[in-house]
């Protein structure tokens, strides 16, 4: 299979490695303090994470530094919260609930945050490409959508 960067690749290379687990090269964990994160692969067009979420646990609101991805739910249930722009320029949380064997991809300019609502541990694979650079991070406030901050490869992660 070749990766030419798409989004609809993206899906599949999550999904080619969702679906394979003996392969990763390192098995899930879970932390009681914060979510537990390992790069699986990286190759010249994307790259691939493993991600786990106890119950309760979540991202904030944040983009991926104009990388498009796809994610996939290995197992357990995740809910996701999308920011969409509406007409009058503002935005509405639209919300996706992803239990195993779920997934999809997203373009550059994809703005979410995932949560654990379950009472079950989950695991999800998430592919970025190109690989990431930056994360920034969002707060709703009254005049809406404003950034908090934006993190750096090599930094903060």
Same mark, same amino acid.
């Given at each position: 299979?070749?990766?030419?960067?798409?989004?609809?690749?993206?899906?599949?290379?999550?999904?080619?490695?969702?679906?394979?687990?003996?392969?990763?090269?390192?098995?899930?964990?879970?932390?009681?303090?914060?979510?537990?994160?390992?790069?699986?692969?990286?190759?010249?067009?994307?790259?691939? @994470?493993?991600?786990? @979420?106890?119950?309760?646990?979540?991202?904030?609101?944040?983009?991926?530094?104009?990388?498009?991805?796809?994610?996939?739910?290995?197992?357990?249930?995740?809910?996701?919260?999308?920011?969409?722009?509406?007409?009058? #320029? #503002?935005?509405?949380?639209? /919300?996706?609930?992803?239990?195993?064997?779920?997934?999809?991809?997203?373009?550059?300019?994809?703005?979410?945050?995932?949560?654990?609502?379950?009472?079950?541990?989950?695991?999800?694979?998430?592919?970025?490409?190109?690989?990431?650079?930056?994360?920034?991070?969002?707060?709703?406030?009254?005049? #809406?959508?404003? /950034?908090?901050?934006?993190?750096?490869?090599?930094?903060? @992660?």
């Amino acid at each position: 299979m070749t990766h030419v960067g798409t989004v609809i690749d993206h899906l599949a290379v999550a999904r080619g490695y969702a679906d394979d687990p003996v392969a990763w090269p390192v098995a899930p964990r879970f932390s009681a303090t914060g979510r537990w994160f390992a790069k699986l692969a990286e190759h010249r067009d994307y790259e691939v @994470w493993l991600l786990t @979420w106890l119950p309760g646990q979540g991202t904030d609101l944040h983009d991926h530094g104009g990388s498009a991805g796809a994610l996939h739910v290995v197992s357990g249930s995740l809910v996701e919260d999308v920011v969409a722009p509406v007409a009058d #320029g #503002g935005f509405r949380m639209n /919300v996706r609930h992803l239990d195993a064997g779920i997934g999809h991809a997203f373009g550059p300019r994809y703005v979410h945050r995932i949560v654990n609502r379950s009472r079950r541990p989950a695991v999800s694979v998430h592919v970025y490409g190109p690989a990431l650079t930056s994360m920034t991070r969002y707060r709703l406030s009254a005049v #809406g959508l404003e /950034v908090a901050e934006v993190e750096r490869a090599g930094v903060q @992660w």
